[in-house]
């Protein structure tokens, strides 16, 4: 009899669990497609900081010393973590550090960032972070899809928005 009531408990627990993850996973999913803007539609909600989030490297200025095609292992990318912090990837390692920002101007303090030290052959990983270095200003453009980081004017590096799916399913 004990046994009985034992598996029995164990199939609902397992039951009623598995019901409670798949509307975890619904209700994630439809957080995703409402939070996840439609390129057609130029009305989604604009975080408060539009820095915020990821934001993976498009164009990189061949002034640097090199362009985009030098990224063959994986792009480099930002993420602004908070209104100071901004992880991410110049091509090869992993990176953290501080930055300021206001309305318009930007400065990131690369020579305390924070990296792993993985050897990945034929990157230059000095050419990503020097560009940051070089960094004065920015904009984000294209309704939040789009970031422009200049240095004198000039164009050095385009992000992209990156929107990570949360889907678990």
Known sequence: MNVRFIFSFIFLTILFSCQSQ???AENQSEKAVTETPDSSNSS??????PLLGKWQ?????PATG????????QKPYLNFVDHNKVAGNNGCNNISGG???DQQKIVFHTEKFGST???????????????????????VIEDGMKL?????D???LVFNKVFENQNTR
């Open 44 to 49: 989604f909600v604009q975080p408060k900081d």
């Open 57 to 61: 490297l498009e164009y990189l200025n």
């Open 99 to 101: 930055y300021e920002a």
């Open 148 to 152: 422009v980081l200049s240095a004198n």
């Open 22 to 24: 798949i509307k975890i």
């Open 66 to 73: 090199k362009d985009i095609k030098h990224y063959k292992i």
């Open 117 to 139: 030290r993985m050897f990945c052959q034929g990157v230059d990983e000095k050419v990503y972070l020097n560009a940051l270095a070089s960094i004065t200003k920015y904009s």
């Open 154 to 156: 000039e164009i050095v």
